[in-house]
T-cell receptor
Framework: SQTIHQWPATLVQPVGSPLSLECTVEGTSNPNLYWYRQAAGRGLQLLFY??????ISSEVPQNLSASRPQDRQFILSSKKLLLSDSGFYLCAWGFGAQETQYFGPGTRLLVL | EDQVTQSPEALRLQEGESSSLNCSYT??????LFWYRQDPGKGPEFLFTLYSAGEEKEKERLKATLTKKESFLHITAPKPEDSATYLCAVHTGGGNKLTFGTGTQLKVEL
């Protein structure tokens, strides 16, 4: 069966510091991978998605970037965090043309 | 632009009191409608995928239905453990993007 991991679970960072969130998937090959952000009272917002190694599509221009260095690894980064980057970050994977997306446990980020 | 609206925003039920959650959508070319359950502080858990009007799917006390304009999540005789936020999302043409609603927060009390 497939498993998706995210770490860290919680992160408190000062404004202007860098960020690296990691997501890995087990039990599948060549999945589509996604980064979402969920703000309180709002729906999930798609940030980035990837259909393969080194292939990244950005949905929202912002202070964040994503990379996919390996088939089942997806990384969300920032060089300098803003207060507005606070939120709940979710990684998801999917497969196929009419795919269902399966979510990881999430990372709670608080920027102070 | 694709839009998904869920109602009500919050719902409080007594144990055993059946009800329905609504997800209405405005999209061009629906390829799938998804229901997820999300517990506080956790990632969404997949429940159902519906692909065409008239389709129904069931899981324990939950039943999802789909029309050309909306989907319903029916909860029969709910229990306190059904308390969660229920999210609806649509998958349309032009890529793998899911558009989510803001969810219905359900609380089931004894």
């Amino acid at each position: 069966s497939q498993t998706i991991h995210q770490w860290p679970a919680t992160l408190v960072q000062p404004v202007g510091s860098p960020l690296s969130l990691e997501c890995t998937v087990e039990g599948t090959s060549n999945p589509n991978l996604y980064w979402y952000r969920q703000a309180a009272g709002r729906g999930l917002q798609l940030l980035f998605y990837s259909v393969g190694i080194g292939q990244i599509s950005s949905e929202v221009p912002q202070n964040l970037s994503a990379s996919r260095p390996q088939d089942r690894q997806f990384i969300l980064s920032s060089k300098k965090l803003l207060l507005s980057d606070s939120g709940f970050y979710l990684c998801a994977w999917g497969f196929g043309a009419q795919e269902t997306q399966y979510f990881g446990p999430g990372t709670r980020l608080l920027v102070l | 632009e694709d839009q998904v609206t869920q109602s009500p925003e919050a719902l409080r039920l007594q144990e055993g009191e059946s009800s329905s959650l609504n997800c209405s959508y405005t999209v061009s070319g629906l390829r799938g409608l998804f229901w997820y359950r999300q517990d506080p502080g956790k990632g969404p858990e997949f429940l159902f995928t519906l692909y065409s009007a008239g389709e129904e799917k069931e899981k324990e006390r939950l039943k999802a239905t789909l029309t050309k304009k909306e989907s319903f999540l029916h909860i029969t005789a709910p229990k306190p453990e059904d308390s969660a936020t229920y999210l609806c999302a649509v998958h349309t043409g032009g890529g793998n993007k899911l558009t989510f609603g803001t969810g219905t927060q359900l609380k089931v009390e004894l």
